[in-house]
């Protein structure tokens, strides 16, 4: 390619990318939605997977408390929990973990009768649930020991005997070791800010970027542009080009979002990350391309885009961690860019993998740009 060529496109490219940048619709989608989406999807996720950093408050009614309810809820501190005693029933709302013990609690079971403690979660979290339901159960059976234990000894039952069992080193030990590196699904921001920011690239390259191609074609810019010196081949490259652009810096306010302000491990591997993403954004310009020479219209455009754009990353993992969805959801979402961007990105950040893991990723992120490219190269059109 000559050094006229390159210039050629170089001029076209920052021409176009010029008109696509200062759209007020396109600067409210790069630069003010995400943030949005980031925000509420990062919070509501935020306790998905159960033992996250947020603090845990436990609500705990008891009627009349007596020696064993105190007893309990030491062990529940122990645990993870911050356990607050309520008064009143309706207090109780304001809780979405709640305890509740019966009347007579303690003497009935120093008694040897049988007594049922409560627990309720408000929320949905399946997982979370679990974790709160072992956590729950292991307070009560270890008071139980702790009754058991007592007892033998012939010691009475008081605040200060209980708080002596529970500071006793326990005699059997279980040391548990991570196999390899951690496979816990990603959580809160550290899911939501990379789910998001793929997404939005594919949405704003499948959207804004068609937006301007068709209007161009419809005002009959891009048959006068044909008039001009330049190759289709050099109009095509720089219609690409411009929406890399466009692409890498929405890679950019995402991962400075991250960092700065969502507080997102994005890992060691920095250059590994920013390499797969980029690679991202070519897939995500070809197909913004090939969007607007098939379609005719720019609502046609806009609509199919952000359908396409909200399905592939549904299904894909951005939406949710693609970890916590049945195996057969696991392998469809092997079938789109968005699953393969989106696997690469949380071995770079969430599971300590080496750069050397994401090689498949990137072959096949490779393999999807030049086949779109080819495609792209063909049904590209000046009317």
């Known amino acids: 390619m000559t050094r006229g060529r390159w210039n050629r496109i170089a001029f076209l490219t920052w021409k176009d990318f010029w008109y696509l940048i200062r759209e007020p ?8 939605m995400p943030f949005v989406f980031f925000f509420f999807i990062g919070s509501m996720t935020g306790g998905f997977g159960g033992g996250g950093s947020q603090e845990e408050y436990l609500g705990s009614w008891s009627p009349d408390a007596g020696i064993l309810v105190p007893a309990i809820e030491a062990r529940l501190t122990d645990l993870g929990y911050t356990v607050v005693d309520i008064d009143t029933l309706e207090n109780m709302e304001r809780f979405s973990r709640q305890i509740y013990f019966p009347s007579a609690f303690s003497d009935s079971v120093l008694a040897g009768h049988q ?20 956590r729950i159960q292991r307070a009560l ?10 007892d033998r000894d012939g010691v009475a039952f008081t ?8 500071q006793q080193p326990t ?3 279980l040391k548990v070791e991570q196999a390899g590196n951690q496979r816990e699904p990603p959580v809160g921001f550290q899911q939501a800010v990379p789910g998001v920011m793929v997404m939005f690239v594919l949405i704003i390259l499948l959207t804004g970027g068609s937006y301007m191609l068709i209007t161009e074609r419809q ?7 044909a008039a001009a010196p330049v190759e289709k081949i050099d ?7 411009s929406r890399l652009g466009m692409g890498i810096i929405q890679i950019g306010v995402g991962l400075s979002a991250g960092a700065f302000v969502f507080k997102v491990d994005w890992g060691p591997h920095i250059g590994a990350l920013l390499f797969i993403l980029v690679l991202w954004g070519a897939v995500a310009a070809a197909l913004g391309v090939i969007a607007a020479s098939l379609a005719k219209t720019v609502s046609q455009a806009i609509g199919l885009g952000m359908l396409l754009a909200n399905l592939i990353a549904a299904l894909g993992g951005c939406w949710w961690p693609i970890e916590v969805t049945p195996t057969w959801m696991q392998k469809l979402a092997w079938l789109f860019p968005t699953g393969w961007v989106m696997d690469a990105i949380h071995r770079l950040t969430s599971f300590g993998d080496p750069p050397s893991a994401i090689i498949p990723h990137a072959i096949l992120l490779t393999a999807a740009i030049i086949i779109l490219l080819f495609v792209g190269r063909r049904v590209f059109r000046f009317d």
């Open 219 to 225: 005002e009959g810019h891009l048959r006068r542009l």
């Open 25 to 32: 619709e396109t600067l409210f989608w790069m630069f003010i």
């Open 141 to 150: 059976y270890e008071t139980l020991a702790d009754i058991v234990l007592i």
């Open 235 to 241: 109009v095509f490259a720089a219609k690409g080009l």
């Open 159 to 166: 605040t200060e005997s209980f708080d002596a069992r529970r």
């Open 115 to 134: 007594a049922t403690v409560t627990f309720k979660r408000t929320d949905e979290s399946i997982l979370g649930g679990q974790y709160d339901d072992i």
């Open 171 to 173: 005699l059997i030990g």
